[in-house]
């Protein structure tokens, strides 16, 4: 746990915070690290669904979750406009992904 946390909320898309652009543009550096056009804004919002890896196999057939994901994660931390209050709970749940479940 973290200390003095005692909830998290998660934030679904737009939920608590309007995320389009933003998740948007991480989208498309997905696409383009993984060698794909980028797909337009309205295409993106009429086919974008959770969970999201319905989205991405539609996009990606024979890609993984996690080689969809590394790009996703190491765009977000590089992004200037991320929430910033949400900096610590995300590394901790980078962590979590990265190193797996802890015994």
Known sequence: MIEGVKNIIFDYSGTLRDDLDWTFAI?????EKLGRKPISLEEYRNQ???????????????VGQKRIDSP???AWMKSASRPRDSIA???????????????
């Not at 709970?89 to 015994?103: E, I």
């Open 27 to 31: 989208t498309m550096r997905v696409f």
């Open 48 to 62: 974008m669904c959770l969970p999201y890896m319905n989205f991405y196999v539609k996009y990606f057939p024979n």
């Open 72 to 74: 996703f994660l190491r």
């Open 89 to 103: 709970v995300f590394a901790r749940l980078w962590n979590c992904w990265r190193d797996g479940p802890s015994t």
